[in-house]
């Protein structure tokens, strides 16, 4: 079954030419972009989708997530709204809350985010363990992530449940729990920060995950400068994610693991993508990541949702794109780039997603809106009105 996707205003492919096509449409082929071109030139194809002049571009990549988990935290937000900071301990309330959901319950939830997720335009989705902190619950979280989402990073160093030694539970993250998890994830992560993991037990944590085969990523430098940037790129990991307290040196760092990448061709050796996370960042009132500065510095960043319920409680890339555009100094292409191809990066799935282009898997949404500029010209309103994932429709309206 072949699709055509015509009449398209505004297509927004984000391919290695940054092109926009007006007028535009798309034929998708086993649930991949087959042909992209002017409407006027489109082949036939078996079923036909008129999209009513509307904007397209690339489904979302959600690169950040910790989708997995139960309870809710409101009256800490309300609590930090009112000039409390924010603190990492606030995930032992998550972890308590997850691991007295069942598996029936906690699949529930997981799925009901998802198709909100979907909804709004994202049709990729990484997410983390980490609110297990044990071993039999990192496996479980793993297992039943591993079965919704599309990438699983493995967060056992998230937080020092309460109760034990820092350096005994590093131990655990680093050998039985990471043998638990391996099965299920292709990433690990660590919260290398004050009140999380110090820089000896992370690079500890990265060394146990690389020599099992995951790829690496970093929370660093959110709540303050530190070492998450220079460990991210001794690692070669894939992204160092929140980047808030950035010191010159840590940009110069990132940059230089771009000497290998041609920016404008999207060609060569990706570096350490860096991750901006702004719903967290306004949510935690700290300040925004300076993805300004690491862009002029040829570091290609990616913007996530980083949906949690601490820091980050929405699944919404388009206000992300929005407030990256209103309040980070993106343009609208950079902002749509770093919350597609960027998130592709970050996630090592660039060749299969987070662009419209041929062979690529079918990944694609329609704004109500003429232009992609809507997404930060009219902030917060509802725009996405049709997602396909792979070719086939996913946002629950069609
Ligand atoms: N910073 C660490 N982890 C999450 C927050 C987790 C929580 O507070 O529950 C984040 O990415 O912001
Ligand atoms: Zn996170």
Request: charged share 20%.
């Amino acid at each position: 079954m072949s699709l055509l996707i015509t009449n398209i205003g505004e297509l927004t492919t984000q391919d290695a030419e940054r092109r926009v096509l007006t007028d535009a449409a798309v034929v998708v082929e086993d649930g991949r972009f087959a042909w992209i071109g002017a409407a006027a030139d489109a082949p036939a194809a078996d079923d036909v989708h008129d999209a009513g002049s509307r904007a397209g571009l690339p489904g979302w990549v959600d690169s950040h997530t910790h989708l997995l988990f139960a309870g809710d935290r409101s009256a800490e937000f309300e609590a930090r709204m009112a000039g409390e900071a924010y603190a990492a301990g606030g995930i032992s309330v998550t972890m308590e809350a997850t691991r007295a959901a069942d598996d029936y319950e906690l699949t529930r939830l997981l799925l009901g985010r998802v198709a909100e997720a979907a909804a709004g335009g994202t049709t990729y989705l990484e997410t983390k363990t980490g609110y297990g902190l044990s071993v039999e619950e990192e496996r479980r979280h793993a297992r039943i992530a591993s079965s919704v989402v599309d990438q699983v990073t493995y967060l056992g160093a998230h937080l020092v449940p309460p109760g034990a030694v820092a350096d005994e539970y590093t131990e655990l993250v680093c050998t039985e729990m990471l043998d638990a998890v391996r099965p299920y994830a292709q990433f690990a992560d660590v919260f290398c920060e004050r009140g999380a993991f110090d820089e000896d037990q992370s690079r500890r944590v990265l060394t146990a995950c690389r020599d099992a085969g995951l790829g690496l990523r970093v929370h660093g430098n959110q709540l303050g400068p530190g070492p998450g940037v220079r460990l991210a790129v001794e690692f070669g990991a894939a992204s160092v994610d929140h980047v808030n307290y950035l010191e010159p040196a840590d940009v110069e760092l990132l940059a230089g693991t771009w000497s290998g990448w041609d920016v404008a061709s999207a060609t060569g050796t990706p570096g350490v993508v860096a991750t901006c996370l702004p719903a967290c960042d306004l949510s935690t009132r700290q300040p925004l990541a300076p993805g300004r500065e690491l862009l002029d510095a040829g570091v290609e960043i990616a913007l996530a949702s980083n949906c949690n319920p601490g820091t980050s409680y929405t699944t919404s890339m388009a206000y992300c794109v929005g407030t990256a555009v209103l309040q980070m100094g993106l343009s609208v292409t950079e902002a749509v780039r770093a919350a597609t191809y960027g998130g592709a990066l970050a996630l090592g799935v660039q060749d299969t997603v987070g662009s419209i282009e041929v062979g690529k898997r079918a990944d694609l949404q329609l704004l109500n809106a003429p232009a992609a500029a809507h997404l930060a010209y009219r902030p917060g309103m509802p725009l996405t009105q049709a997602v396909f994932r792979a070719g086939e429709r996913v946002d629950g309206r069609g």
